[in-house]
């Protein structure tokens, strides 16, 4: 009996014998049906013949009516069978199917494990940034502020309140770019002093960090472009004696035990008396000069609006380059400008 032919025959169909060879029959065609599926359109074809609500297992089950009653249960049974069998064919060739699409998609989109990542760095701080802020941090918790002021001062603040007049001959030191007649890039962080001292009163105790520009040519120990930390403290009764012990203090905190510092004179128009630092690391022979320093001049205090018979004070200039070059033992000023990350990524 053909397939084809098939539903015609249902009509006729009246024993069960004859029913079980439809079964048999049909049972033989879904598995190799079953087998040939090989796309999800060949897949939902088999469904609807087979599994659809007029599918041919659907059919036989209509042909369930026309036998004799007391047969009915056993075929019923043998139906239930036929369509578990269907359905257990479809869902197996739907994942079959599934798994070679997956399959496929997994062989396109393959990763190769093997090949190197996407390497993302993380930066960090330039060293000059974090020895400033370890600078920082000493002072303030000796109970110094952290003060501010502009790169690009007046020749008033750099110059004319500190003591150095327009004819003075420490202004070759320090003369250095102009913008105009009046502005130039600071050479010093010394003209914060004036603008912290004229917006407050004493007691005053501020640091003040920053960048300053000089027209120096750049060697190893020389660059145009470098940074300082200014100190100030103001109050009554201070002495030479108070600023030996917060750089002895400051250098302890910075570099640890065992480092010697040495104070020697010197001359600032703003400072009076004038000394020069300098420090030695442990088992070195060189000393190497690390800040000007000095008890702020009576002429400054007068010119801020201070009385000098009140109060006394004193001021240094530290390098922050030359604290990172002693501490890490770098020997050239010039790498910390370079933008190196052989140089940058040390630290
Ligand atoms: N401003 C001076 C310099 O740059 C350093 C200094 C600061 C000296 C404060 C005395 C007091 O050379």
Redesign the pocket.
């Known amino acids: 009996m053909s397939i084809a032919a098939f539903p015609a025959t249902i009509g006729a169909m009246a024993t069960i014998e004859e029913l079980k060879q439809e079964i048999s029959s049909l049972a033989a065609k879904l598995e190799s049906a079953a087998a040939a599926v090989d796309s999800s359109q060949a897949l939902e074809a088999f469904r609807v013949e087979y599994l659809g609500r007029k599918g041919r297992v659907a059919e036989l089950f209509k042909a369930l009516g026309q036998l004799p009653p007391e047969d009915r249960a056993t075929a019923g049974k043998l139906l239930n069978e036929l369509k578990s069998r269907a359905t257990a064919l479809f869902t197996a060739r739907e994942e079959e199917l599934n798994r070679a699409v997956l399959d496929a998609q997994l062989e396109r989109e393959r990763v190769d494990l093997t090949l190197p990542g996407t390497y993302h760095p993380l930066g960090h701080l330039h060293l000059l940034t974090q020895v400033q802020a370890e600078i920082e941090s000493i002072f303030l918790r000796m109970g110094f502020d952290v003060a501010s002021g502009p790169e690009i001062e007046t020749d008033y603040y750099a110059f004319e309140a500190l003591n150095i007049p327009a004819d003075h001959p420490a202004r070759d030191?320090?003369d250095t770019f102009y913008i105009d007649d009046t502005h130039l890039l600071r050479?010093?962080?010394?003209p914060v002093?004036i603008r912290v001292m004229k917006s407050t009163t004493p007691p005053v105790r501020i640091i003040c960090p920053g960048r300053?520009y000089r027209r120096d040519t750049q060697d190893a120990t020389h660059s145009p472009v470098f940074h300082?930390v200014?100190?100030l403290w103001v109050e009554e009764g201070l002495s030479l004696a108070n600023l030996k012990y917060v750089i002895e203090y400051f250098v302890h905190e910075f570099f640890g035990p065992g480092y010697e510092m040495r104070m020697s004179g010197d001359f600032?128009p703003?400072?009076e008396p004038?000394v020069q630092v300098h420090m030695r690391a442990p088992g070195a022979t060189e000393w190497l000069e690390i800040?000007?320093?000095?008890m702020v001049d009576p002429a400054v205090l007068t010119e801020v609006g201070y009385d000098p018979e009140a109060v006394t004070g004193f001021?240094?200039?530290l390098g922050i380059e030359r604290m990172a070059m002693l501490r890490y033992k770098i020997d050239d000023i010039r790498v910390f400008l370079q933008n190196d990350l052989r140089f940058i990524t040390q630290f």
């Open positions: 030191e320090w050479p010093h962080t010394s002093q300053c300082q200014e100190l600032f703003f400072t004038s800040m000007g320093a000095g001021a240094f200039g």
